[in-house]
Every structure is written in structure tokens, then in C-alpha cells.
């Protein structure tokens, strides 16, 4: 028996207030330069916020979360419009790192044509950029003056607009710093005020530029082109499934190749393989499982990895891909796959719709970055 309206719009407005708490909460540890535990000040978590950074942790939160929300609910109209029945956006709370896993739609109903697929996969995407961008340009047109900066860390101030020649000289070991992909350096260049824009490393403290190079990088994670995500739906619309799949295959390999480069190399401890090694093993047999055809033949692909990256490291010492995609990677392998079905009604997009989609393959190349955090 199918819940009451009401109690549903408050499992969705509940998921959606807590999730704005566990991201403004998120928000003023970022800002104060930490990934790490939420400000409770209790059992040894970092100290409550000061007023102060309430609204510096609010000035991330709704923007984010704005995005974010654009986004779900550009799937949400786009479904209905096609009578695709699907859910209102769960959100979801996490009390570490960003605060929140993001957002999702439940689609309730089957999906009958490659175009319903590809409109539907877009549309979130889509609306979630052309909100991320102005709020970027906003971020870069408002910067505050470097008093904002130096009220944070006053032992800069001594050393004026040329704080960061002194506090990060060549060769000093980097702090946590926010990577900047392609799309954020060309809004920064064209519109920010070069003596007010932070070092790289003190981004953190920033919040709407924090909330909008995160909402480029999320933008980029749903457009990845593999099974049900966004940009697999799209990838999928373009290419058709017997040419995504094929595709699909490729990207998912060198993905797994490049999350685990360097873990492991031919010169590493005894112990490192002792321990690691076996988990590692079967890591990779539990990704690669369903990545072809056969399970024999997904084992002998996980060896071909390993054997590829070790070879790689040998031939690069110190090179290193991304572990927390390992995670992500398992996700893919385990639970949304790789692949994309097949739609009953096959017909190959409009030549407006293949525009839109090639144009999205851009917006992901231009926001997409290996790794957010540095």
C-alpha cells in the first residue's frame, strides 16, 4: 500500500534539512581548511562553529545544494514530461568529508526508448551546469579583499599580497588544496580580480568558489560514460548500445588501471604485499567479475590490469593514480555496472538531440578533474 502524500513530502523534506545540516556543518570544517570530522565539540570532534562560520559553512551549503537540487529535480520534470513515473530527490546525509553523497531519483516506471534515455540522463546534468556557472562568476566577481584571508590566518598579514611566496616557498610541502578544472581557470581568468584571488591552497576558506568547483566536479561524476549514469544514458542515446558498450568496457578498464596506479610496484615492502596484496587481488576479481563475458575471462583481465600497472610503475617510480576511485569502481562493477540495455525502441537520435549530447561530452572534458581534493 503505497505511503500518504503527506508522509512522504516529509521523508523527502526531512532527508533534504538534514542534509542541509550535515553540509553546512561540512562547509565550516572545509573552510577551515579540514576534510575531516564535523564540528560537534563533543568526544574529541573539532569545536562548534562561531557565528562566523555558521555562515561561512551557509554560504557553501545553499549553494551547493542548490546545484545539486536543480539538478535532481531537471531529471525529475524531464521524466514526467515523458510519463515516466519517478520519485521526488532523496537526499542524501553523510557526516564526513562534503556532507552529503548528493542526491537521487527513483525511476518507478521502465524506460521504453533511447531518446526517453538520453532526455532524461541530460536534463540533470544540464540544469545543474547552467546553475554552477553563474554561480562561479558570481564567486569570482564577489571575491572579499585579502583582509577576509588574513582574519583567518593573521600570521599572514605581515607579509601583505605576497603571502603566499612566504607561507608556500618552492619546495615547502603543500597543505590541502582543491583541484581547479579546465572550466574554473578560464571563469577565473576572465573575471576575477587577480590581486584577490587565494592561493590554490587557502581555496578551502572560499566558500561559494569551493561550492561551485564542486558543483563542476559533480557535474562531471554523473557525466562519466559508463552504465546508468548520467553520461551513460547520453553516451548510450549517441552511440546506441552495441557501440556504448564496447566503449563502456574501454573506459571502465582504464579506469580501474588509473585508481590503482602505484599502489603496489615491484619495489614495495614485503609487508605491503603481505597484507595488501591478497585485499587488492580481490579487489580487482570482484570488479573485473562481470566485465566480460565470462567470470574467466573478467579474472584474466584483473591480472592484466595488476600486470599492467606494476609494469607502469616500474617504468615511472613514484607515478600515482587516484585510490578513492577504487570505490567508486566498485560501485560500477558491482552494483549499477558498466553496461547499458538495450532500449525497446531503438531509433537514433535527432540531429538536435546529438548536438546537445556531443556538447555535454565537452561540458564533461572541461569539468571533469582525476581528483577534487589534492
Request: charged share 10%; glycine share 12%; aromatic share 14%.
Amino acid at each position: 500500500m503505497p505511503a500518504p502524500p503527506a508522509q512522504v513530502y516529509a521523508r523527502h523534506l526531512g532527508l533534504f534539512l538534514l542534509t542541509l545540516l550535515t553540509t553546512t556543518l561540512a562547509g565550516v570544517q572545509l573552510t577551515r581548511g579540514d576534510v575531516g570530522l564535523p564540528p560537534l565539540g563533543v568526544w574529541g570532534l573539532p569545536p562548534l562553529p562561531g557565528p562566523g562560520e555558521w555562515a561561512r559553512g551557509l554560504w557553501f551549503a545553499l549553494p551547493f545544494l542548490a546545484v545539486l537540487t536543480v539538478h535532481e529535480f531537471g531529471h525529475y520534470f524531464v521524466a514526467r514530461r515523458n510519463r515516466v513515473a519517478t520519485s521526488l530527490p532523496y537526499f542524501i546525509p553523510f557526516p564526513l568529508g562534503l556532507g552529503t553523497f548528493g542526491a537521487v531519483i527513483r525511476i518507478q516506471d521502465r524506460i521504453f526508448s533511447r531518446r526517453e534515455f538520453f532526455d532524461i540522463g541530460l536534463a540533470g546534468p544540464l540544469a545543474g551546469f547552467l546553475v554552477a556557472v553563474p554561480l562561479l562568476i558570481y564567486g569570482f566577481t564577489h571575491l572579499p579583499p585579502l583582509d577576509y584571508l588574513f582574519q583567518i590566518h593573521p600570521e599572514y598579514a605581515r607579509f601583505g599580497a605576497n603571502y603566499a611566496q612566504h607561507v608556500y616557498p618552492p619546495g615547502a610541502p603543500d597543505g590541502i588544496s582543491l583541484a581547479r578544472p579546465l572550466l574554473y581557470r578560464l571563469l577565473e581568468t576572465g573575471f576575477a580580480d587577480p590581486t584577490r584571488l587565494p592561493h590554490p591552497n587557502e581555496l578551502l576558506h572560499y566558500p561559494v568558489l569551493l561550492a561551485g568547483a564542486l558543483a563542476l566536479f559533480f557535474t562531471a561524476l554523473n557525466l562519466l560514460p559508463m552504465g546508468q549514469l548520467d553520461g551513460g544514458h547520453i553516451l548510450y542515446g549517441l552511440l546506441g548500445a552495441r557501440r556504448f558498450n564496447r566503449l563502456a568496457r574501454v573506459l571502465f578498464i582504464g579506469f580501474i588501471f588509473y585508481a590503482g596506479l602505484g599502489l603496489f610496484s615491484l619495489r614495495s615492502a614485503p609487508d605491503t604485499w603481505l597484507y595488501w596484496g591478497p585485499a587488492y587481488a580481490l579487489y580487482l576479481g570482484l570488479v573485473c567479475w562481470r566485465a566480460l563475458p565470462t567470470p574467466r575471462q573478467g579474472l584474466l583481465l584483473a591480472a592484466g590490469i595488476w600486470g599492467a600497472q606494476l609494469a607502469v610503475a616500474a617504468a615511472v617510480p613514484g607515478v600515482l593514480g587516484n585510490p578513492g576511485w577504487l570505490v567508486f569502481g566498485l560501485l560500477l562493477g558491482r552494483l549499477t555496472g558498466i553496461y547499458h540495455p538495450p532500449a525497446p525502441d531503438d531509433r537514433t537520435l535527432s540531429r538536435g538531440r546529438q548536438w546537445l549530447g556531443w556538447a555535454m561530452v565537452v561540458i564533461f572534458v572541461l569539468c571533469f578533474t582525476p581528483s577534487p581534493f589534492k
